[in-house]
């Protein structure tokens, strides 16, 4: 993420599932290119999920899950 730029509003769910997410990508070691890859998504949306911009679709979590070695779908939003 770039230093200038805002982070996730943390006194939000939104906001608590980007930080989530970033957290869950830096520990595994990926980049966003990665995750975007392994889940069909672009770059940019990654990026929003980041920032609390958006968050990922169910369709997506379980790969998500995955990819962050999470037993469930439902830890990669909210700490298990």
Known sequence: MNPAAK????STYR???AARLRELRLKSG???EDVAHATGVTVTTV?????????PKQN??????QIFSL?????VLAPS
């Open 15 to 17: 906001g608590r599932c």
């Open 47 to 55: 990026y929003h999920w980041e920032r609390g911009h958006s968050e």
């Open 30 to 32: 990926l980049t966003p």
């Open 7 to 10: 982070g996730p509003d943390l």
């Open 71 to 75: 037993k469930s779908p439902r830890s």
């Open 60 to 65: 997506i979590l379980p790969t998500l899950a």
